[in-house]
Structures are given as C-alpha cells and as structure tokens.
C-alpha cells in the first residue's frame, strides 16, 4: 500500500482567493491524479499530475483554475484558484505505484468550503 | 467517452439479507476495480479483475468481472452494520490511458 498525507484536511475559503492542497507519498509513485468530490456524488477526475511536465486536465477543468504541480515522483500539489462558492466540494488526491500496478490509493481529502 | 453506470444507486437491507450490485461500462476494460467509502472517509480498494469471467471472494463478499469485460458484480451475502458505505466500481479501458473512471457509486444502509 501507499501512506498519503493530504493538507490541509479541510478549510473555509473567503471567495477570490485560492487555496493550495498538499499530496505527499511515503515512497515513489508513478502516477498521481487530483479528484473532486461533492458530498454524496462519486468522484470526478480534475487531472493527472505529470512529473516535471504539465498535468494533464480532463474536460471541464482549466488550469487557470487549478494549477497543479509534481516535482516529484512523491510529491503534488493542486491550487484552487479566484474561489467561488461553487468549488466547494472535497478534493482527493490519488496515486498509482506503477503503469501495471494500477491499485488507486486516495488520500484523506480536503474538506473545501468557499464562503 | 467511456461511461460506468452502477445500479442500483442506493440498497437499504435489513442485516442479514443477501443483495448484488452491478457495474456496466460502455466499453471493453482492460480490468475493473471496486473501492469502498465508509461516512466521511475516503475510497479505499477492495479488489481488482482483470480476466474475462473472474471471480474473486473476500469473505463475504463476491466479485465477478463479465466474459465480455464491458460488466461486474458485487454480492455481499449475510450483510452486517460494517458493510455500510458507498461501494464504487471503477474502470480502465483497454488500450487507453492510466486514468479510472469511477461510476456514481451505490450506497448501502443496513437496518439491524
């Protein structure tokens, strides 16, 4: 298994601001995504975190809006930009061992709400 | 694009009870993975198929992945308080990328 540590576990956001979220692996990872969960829903993949390259978004989601980092194979982060009550919602971060090992770990989340 | 659908969305059971679940995808996967989210918690993996008419069991419940891989199955026989959650199924396409696409879930609540 993978230990995700995910900061902060939650957060009340004044709207316009931007919030960014920690992902932090115990070891070595190939692959790291960024979901979104809203309560009771199941979860949206926003992107895959590419190390040392940009991420790659799936349809709907920006990165103007949620710039994301991964400077290493351990490491990512996901920033939530000029923040509207709409983007309150949970928010996972997942990771992958290896191309073949495709076993999802998530993280704790992040409780987000924009006020 | 790809598609999972999960029926039903919601089981309420009376502890004891047998029910299945079912997972449908619009196209062919290379394997299908079910994941379990207790209240408040996050996705956790419970199993992987990958071959055509696999079955796999753990305890109580029972996971099979379609001959055609397009379909799954999860039966959980004599339901307890602890099976309570949002069990998820969730794809990978053959020959496309390392992404999972997650169905809507199906929760389930137990009446003791």
């Known amino acids: 298994s993978a230990v995700i540590s995910q900061k902060p576990s939650r957060d009340i956001c004044q709207r316009g601001t931007s919030l960014t979220i920690q992902c932090q692996v115990d070891?070595?990872?190939?692959?790291m995504f960024w979901y979104r969960q809203q309560p009771g829903q199941s979860l949206t993949l926003i992107a895959t975190a590419n190390q040392g390259s940009e991420a790659t978004y799936e349809s709907g989601f920006v990165i103007d809006k949620f710039p994301i980092s991964r400077p290493n194979l351990t490491f990512s982060t996901l920033t939530v930009s000029n923040m509207s009550p709409e983007d309150s919602s949970i928010y996972l971060c997942s990771v992958q061992r290896t191309v073949m090992n495709t076993e999802a770990f998530f993280g704790q989340g992040t409780r987000l709400t924009v006020v | 694009g790809q598609q999972v659908m999960q029926i039903p969305q919601y089981q309420h059971v009376q502890e004891g009870e047998d029910f299945t679940t079912y997972c449908n995808s619009s196209?062919?996967?290379?394997?299908i993975q079910w994941y379990k989210q207790r209240p408040g918690g996050h996705p956790v993996f419970l199993i992987q198929?990958?071959?055509?008419?696999e079955v796999k069991k753990q305890k109580r419940l029972t996971f099979q992945f379609g001959e055609a891989k397009k379909n799954s199955s999860l039966h959980i026989t004599a339901t307890q308080t602890t099976d309570v959650g949002t069990y998820f199924c969730?794809?990978?396409?053959?020959?496309?990328?390392?992404?999972?696409?997650f169905g809507k879930g199906m929760k389930l609540t137990v009446n003791p």
């Open positions: 969730a794809g990978k396409t053959q020959g496309g990328s390392e992404k999972l696409v």
């Open positions: 070891s070595q990872v190939t692959m």
């Open positions: 198929l990958v071959k055509s008419g």
């Open positions: 196209t062919t996967l290379s394997n």
